[in-house]
Each structure stands twice: as structure tokens, then as C-alpha cells.
């Protein structure tokens, strides 16, 4: 995206693969809820694991459905060859052209074509999921050139970081899928060109990936020590604890942790004890995956920021980490925690000052200089200095005690919503936060929901607030507006959860798309930052400084970590081990 690649020309193979790893075996992991569909590119439908990368996962490419090119997870935001073994473009970024390896075929031994590429190009611009149609939109004409070539125009996007977003666009198969009924659930999964192929479907428990004998990209330089297993088969779990005890059964390999209480109070068992499964802290260079209560602010209650703000005051972190979590949190306090994208604790530079200039009220004073944080309580559960700022804003905002309940001074309508969660330690948190709420007059209600209910809930945007997670990366791009853009606030599909409508955070997604050099990116993102955390559209919570992991010893891994962490497509099956 900015600077050169770290790689050079004629790379062997990615820095944290094993080249020399053991093939074969089988790779079982858990997954916690369930599935309806194999297509993962439409809104409709809970699709399986496996099938295909999304844009900011720590995963190059798909098992089944792979992209033009392949993410280093070494580097914020680069792509090696894999469909496309070359790409040219000019410095405005105004074209992109993707030239295809004539060896590259889909699973059921046909050529990928021009065509293809083409086809799936139409079809994610017009039938894919919101982020999609989004990006794809952006391209001004798409041709083939020669045989083994396509050309895409982006005159007129603006958008320097396009040609990477469209190399990482899936190569789907025009000979192998019906557009009319493209956008149905469907347990036939779209035709790739990917390692593996989909075997055993048992719908809503598991997927089973069986190995592409035929694989054509197997000696590529970005798959050299991935894809080690003949077989790997995803397990759907609907209730945390059975997701918990199959793993210490044995009934699958690996699992990531991000509960503390758990981590410190579930593991000691003799497998542990014993060293057959190995629990480690793992570090990753990205942003944090940070969580938060998010406010939908196209509910009348939380139009107005005091409230918002009030509310935000009287989560008490301190007590839930002590109380729930082993102090082992750290408390959320940007949109891109613990990185060097975070504008937490940073005065504005020149360069931020000058793109928030035509925007003087979207950032508030305190966070501008770098001296906002998020309210540090006593730690009692009942801190009476912040419950105090918070009733100052709630007047503000014409709010008023009468007796407990705090009221509308105008129209006595008491201060009420309900907080949707789909877990039992999402509804443990969100009860906590409604008795801390209780102590200021508000009336906040919990409503738990079985999964699929809940993730269509929050495609339409039918809550009043609920917990999310904004997965970010190093290259933050085009995904911001599908998070936070105007354009996304009323478009059921989109991540923009909060319903915001902000011109001042379109112009600096705007700012970061456009940005050429690595300091005028990271500006953008903190002016970014910063216009995002002066609203106050959500609650910020906690995340966990490390990746916590836990495998069985069977499963053998890199000594390397890349940036993004780790990534199971380089593990492999132990060979001295059943």
C-alpha cells in the first residue's frame, strides 16, 4: 500500500512458513455457533468457516476460494502473486492490471480465464455482501487484455488503495455458478481454485475440507509450508461450555481463548498438567481486537452525545477486570488500541490539524492535544465522582431524577433501552453494566437471543445497543466507510452500527485512501480516530494484550509469528504422533 515490498523478486517462500513441514493428517477446529450456507459472499444466510479470507483476516488467501493475489501478514498491507503471477499499475493508481498464470486452474481442472475474472467481478459488484458492492462499484470499466490479462480503469475513484482490494478479490468460476440464484443459501459451495475442496457438509454441526490432489499452486512461493493437512473439518458448537469441554476432550486441536476467567480458572487439567496441550501467549503487531457496547443512534434515546457520553462514564472497568477478569484487560480507548494507527495519548500533528480544520467542531479539545482517556474509577463498583459527571451531562441533556427513574424534564418519559447480547458472558457483562446504569436512573434492559436471530438483528440494525468488535489492521482502507460511512449508515449489511452520518469522517476515510506516503496515511487514521472517539457512538470496554492459544501437542506449529499473528494455514500434524 505505501513503500516497496519487503519481499524481492524471485522470494522462495514467506518468512514465517515452514517449508520443510510434514504433509497429511487431519486439522479439527471448533467454531462457536453455527451455518446455513457455503457461500460466504452474500448477506443472506450464517455461512461455514473455510471457504473464503475475508478482507482483514490473518489468513493470505482461502481454502477453497482464493484471490487474485495473496497478503504477506508480515507487512501492514502487501500482495505477493498467486492467480495473478503479475500486476502493473502507474503512480496515481489510476489502472490496475492483473496478469493472470496460464497454470492456474479451479478445483474441477478447468483454466481460470479472462472471463472468469471478469464474471466475478460483475457478480461481487452486483450480488455480493454490502462491502462488495461497495468497493467494486468504484471501477470505471473492466476489459480483458489478450489472453491472460484484465484491465481494470479506476479514473475518477480516488482511491489509491483499489488495486490492492482488487487483488484480493475471490476468482469464482463463470462456468460453475447460476448469477440468478447466486444471492440463495445454498449448501454447494461456489467452485475455486483453492487447495482444498469441500467433502462431508453436515448443515449447521460441520464442514469437512478434503485436500485438491490437483492443486495447481501448490510450489507457488506463498503456499511453500502452508496447506499441510490432507484433511481439516470445522465442528459447530452452540453453547460456549460444550465449545469449552470438546476441546479438553480432545475433540478438537486448537482453540483461542480471549476470556480471562477461563484462561486462569479452565485449563488445569491433566492434559495441561502433563504437557499435551501447550497454552501459550502469543504477540501480534496489529491493532487489538478491542470490544465495545455500541450505541445505535438511530434510536431517539441516544441522539443527543451528553447522553451518550453519560452513559459511556458509568462503565466501571476497574471493578469488572478485578472482579471478572483476574485484572488481566486493558482498557479499550481508540479504534485502533494498541498500535501506532492509535491517536490515544498523541497530540494532533500539522498534518491532522490540517485535515480537521474544515471540521472545527468534530473533535473535541482534550482529544485533540492527546489527553482524553476513558473515566479511571475507584475500582468499588459504586465510584461517586463519575456517577456524578455523568447526571451533570444527563441534566444537560434535560434529563432529570424524579425519585430513581431518570426522566424526560419535558415529557416524564423515563431514560430506558435494551442492551441485546447472544451469550451467557455477554449477558453476564451487559447485566453488570445495566446495574451500574441503575444507580444513575436508567432503566436498561437485557434481552438475550439464540445466535442466528441476534446476526440478523444486527444486519437490519433492530437494537438499541449491543456488542461489537471492529477487527482493524495495519492499512486501514476501504472497510471504513463499510464501518463508519455515511454511505453505510442506512444499508442493511454494513458494519456501521452505530448509524452514524458524519462528513467529517467520510473526508478522512477519504484522506487515507488518498494518502501517498506512510506519514500522511498514519495521519489520516488518527484525525480518523479522533473524529470517532469525540462522538461518543459507543462505550469502549477491554481487550487482552496478548493472543491467547491452546493446542494440543499433536498439532505442530512456525517457530516464526507474523505481524497478524498466528495462522493455522501453516500448522501441520505431528508425524511421531497419532
Not at 339 to 360: M, Y
Amino acid at each position: 500500500m505505501h513503500g516497496e515490498p519487503a519481499l524481492p523478486a524471485g522470494f522462495s517462500q514467506l518468512p514465517y512458513a515452514n517449508a520443510a513441514a510434514p504433509k497429511g493428517g487431519r486439522l479439527v477446529q471448533g467454531v462457536l455457533g453455527t451455518f446455513d450456507s457455503l457461500n460466504p459472499f452474500i448477506v443472506r444466510g450464517l455461512f461455514a468457516q473455510g471457504m473464503r479470507a475475508p478482507l482483514t483476516s490473518n489468513v493470505i488467501s482461502g481454502y477453497v476460494i482464493e484471490s487474485l493475489m495473496a497478503r504477506s501478514l508480515d507487512e501492514p498491507f502487501t500482495l505477493y502473486g498467486l492467480v495473478a503471477r503479475a500486476v502493473e499499475t502507474n503512480a496515481q493508481r489510476s489502472y490496475v492490471t492483473f496478469h493472470l498464470d496460464p497454470a492456474a486452474r479451479f478445483s474441477d481442472g478447468q483454466p481460470v480465464t479472462t472471463e472468469d475474472i471478469l464474471f466475478s467481478w460483475q457478480l461481487m459488484r452486483d450480488k455480493g455482501r454490502p462491502n462488495h458492492r461497495i468497493y467494486y462499484a468504484k471501477v470505471a470499466k473492466a476489459e480483458a487484455v489478450g489472453e491472460h490479462a484484465v484491465r481494470f480503469d479506476l479514473a475518477g475513484s480516488n482511491d489509491r488503495e483499489l488495486p490492492l482490494i482488487l487483488g484480493l478479490m475471490p476468482v469464482l468460476a463463470k462456468h460453475a455458478i447460476n448469477p440468478e440464484t447466486f444471492e440463495e443459501t445454498s449448501f454447494h459451495a461456489p467452485l475455486g481454485t483453492g487447495p482444498y475442496v469441500v467433502g462431508e457438509v453436515d448443515p449447521g454441526k460441520s464442514v469437512t475440507l478434503k485436500r485438491n490432489p490437483g492443486y495447481w499452486g501448490r510450489d507457488l512461493p506463498v503456499a511453500r509450508g502452508f496447506w499441510n493437512f490432507d484433511e481439516i473439518r470445522f465442528d459447530y458448537y452452540r453453547e460456549a461450555n460444550s465449545h469449552l469441554e470438546a476441546f479438553k476432550r480432545g475433540l478438537y486441536d486448537v482453540r483461542s481463548e480471549d476470556d480471562p476467567t477461563r484462561w486462569q480458572t479452565a485449563y488445569d487439567f491433566q492434559a495441561v498438567r502433563e504437557g499435551r496441550v501447550i497454552k501459550e501467549a502469543l504477540p501480534t503487531g496489529i491493532p487489538k481486537s478491542s470490544t465495545f457496547f455500541v450505541f445505535n443512534t438511530r434510536r431517539a434515546v441516544f441522539s443527543d452525545i451528553r447522553v451518550r457520553e453519560g452513559i459511556s462514564l458509568l462503565f466501571d472497568f476497574e471493578w469488572v477486570n478485578h472482579s471478572y477478569f483476574f485484572d488481566l484487560y486493558r482498557r479499550t480507548a481508540s479504534y485502533f488500541e494498541g498500535s501506532a494507527l492509535s491517536s490515544h495519548g498523541r497530540p494532533a500533528d500539522q498534518r491532522e490539524r490540517a485535515l480537521l480544520a474544515a471540521f472545527p467542531d468534530a473533535v473535541r479539545a482534550d482529544v485533540l492535544a492527546g489527553t482524553w482517556s476513558p473515566p479511571v474509577s475507584d475500582g468499588s463498583g459504586r465510584d461517586r465522582s463519575t456517577l456524578k459527571r455523568a447526571l451533570e451531562l444527563f441534566n444537560a441533556a434535560g434529563y432529570e431524577l424524579r425519585g430513581t427513574d431518570l426522566v424526560d424534564r419535558r415529557s416524564g418519559r423515563p431514560l430506558s433501552f435494551e442492551i441485546m447480547v447472544a451469550t451467557r458472558d455477554g449477558e453476564r457483562l451487559a447485566l453488570q453494566f445495566a446495574q451500574s446504569l441503575k444507580r444513575a436512573g436508567i432503566d436498561a434492559k437485557v434481552r438475550a437471543v439464540e445466535a442466528m436471530q441476534y446476526d440478523g438483528r444486527k444486519l437490519a440494525f433492530e437494537f438499541d445497543m449491543t456488542e461489537v468488535r471492529w477487527d482493524q489492521s495495519l492499512s486501514p482502507g476501504n472497510e471504513q466507510a463499510f464501518y463508519f460511512g455515511s454511505g453505510a449508515a442506512d444499508r442493511q449489511g454494513t458494519r456501521n452500527y452505530m448509524g452514524v452520518k458524519s462528513p467529517a469522517i467520510d473526508a478522512m476515510i477519504a484522506a487515507l485512501l488518498k494518502a501517498e506516503s506512510q506519514d500522511d496515511f498514519v495521519s489520516a487514521v488518527h484525525a480518523l480516530d479522533r473524529v470517532l472517539i469525540s462522538g461518543f457512538y459507543v462505550v469502549p470496554l477491554y481487550y487482552l494484550p496478548t493472543h491467547w492459544l491452546l493446542r494440543w501437542n499433536t498439532i505442530g506449529r512456525p517457530a516464526t509469528t507474523p505481524l497478524y499473528g498466528y495462522i493455522p494455514e501453516t500448522w501441520w500434524r505431528e508425524p511421531q504422533r497419532p
